[in-house]
């Protein structure tokens, strides 16, 4: 059965110790990820309060002077921390960047313990001294999502039938990244080439992504029969989708979700929107070889082996962000 809408699951049934709604709870997602490829999520732990006060943050940051966001631009890391300006990631397959600019958060370095060689492999985050709370509602934010994220991989794994904590050891203090992304207002939709979009289709890199809602319409999916429909969440629910990693790993069992953000009819064209998704990230050493189990003479191999470490450096070449 083709759906038309996002199945809608709470978290807490699959952390509620209650065994039976747990077993249901990782049905209904591995079904959800076979159909529809996303699923909406409640009980992940930000309350709406916090959820629009993140959003007026971002929004407050998005609408201040070029030169000020230019200033948290950082050279030579890839745009992986700090402020990525407009024009500057076009969309895997893509000559036209995407119509957005965005703010990337990533592991807070002392939340990693020294001994772990991991921290030397990230770079600091940046915050914008003009705003002093943004700093506090991203950290608490990234790591409210990363800790439900952990929670949505221990359900794939136990759907994927390994054990309950596979993924437990490699997203620990993973690369993951908080994506605050303004999709700024276009005030002469003639200056912009005709097929350029706010968001081209495509995959996202990652294990899985976890959307925090989004501040306007725009989001679609690519359902399996081909068709296009739109992606919509109630305020309390996050929306979790499968990764190009994931997809690897499990040699297109779960397969990684195409999906896009169209350009707002024509008169609207001049307003904005905003999105905070979160990449759930492994660590770079990862193994995406794909899974024995998910090979089959009906599905060979179809990936060759390679880290998630390799697989983010290609594909942040793809995007334009690694020259």
């Not at 709470?10 to 709870?25: M, V």
């Not at 934010?141 to 136990?158: H, K, V």
């Not at 979700?257 to 979160?278: A, C, D, G, L, Q």
């Amino acid at each position: 059965m083709l759906l038309d809408e996002i199945p809608s699951l709470d978290l807490a049934d699959f952390t509620s110790g209650d065994l039976q709604r747990k077993a249901q709870f990782v049905q209904e997602l591995g079904s959800a990820f076979n159909t529809i490829g996303f699923v909406a999520i409640k009980g992940h732990g930000l309350t709406d309060t916090f959820t629009k006060d993140l959003y007026q943050e971002v929004e407050n940051f998005f609408q201040s002077p070029d030169a000020l966001k230019q200033a948290y631009e950082i050279e030579g890391i890839a745009g992986q921390r700090g402020y990525v300006g407009k024009g500057k990631e076009t969309a895997k397959g893509f000559k036209v960047p995407d119509l957005k600019e965005f703010y990337h958060v990533g592991q807070d370095l002392g939340d990693i313990p020294d001994a772990d060689p991991i921290k030397a492999e990230y770079p600091e985050n940046c915050w914008p001294q003009e705003l002093p709370q943004f700093k506090d509602d991203a950290l608490e934010a990234y790591r409210t999502l990363e800790n439900a994220g952990r929670q949505m991989l221990r359900a794939i794994a136990l759907n994927l039938g390994l054990k309950e904590d596979y993924f437990e050891g490699k997203v620990i203090y993973g690369n993951s990244i908080l994506r605050q992304i303004h999709y700024f207002p276009i005030e002469n939709p003639n200056e912009v080439p005709a097929d350029a979009v706010r968001a081209a289709e495509h995959g996202d890199i990652n294990l899985i992504t976890l959307l925090m809602g989004a501040s306007a319409d725009g989001l679609q999916v690519l359902r399996r029969d081909g068709k296009w429909i739109p992606i919509t969440a109630l305020p309390d629910q996050l929306v979790v989708n499968v990764g190009d990693m994931l997809e690897r790993l499990t040699n297109k069992k779960l397969k990684s979700t195409i999906h896009r953000v169209v350009n707002p009819p024509r008169e609207k064209m001049h307003t904005s929107r905003y999105s905070i998704p979160f990449f759930m990230h492994p660590r770079s050493e990862m193994d995406l070889s794909c899974l024995e189990s998910c090979i089959t003479e009906a599905s060979p191999k179809h990936f060759p082996d390679i880290t998630a470490g390799e697989f983010l450096e290609e594909r942040l070449r793809e995007l334009g962000l690694r020259k």
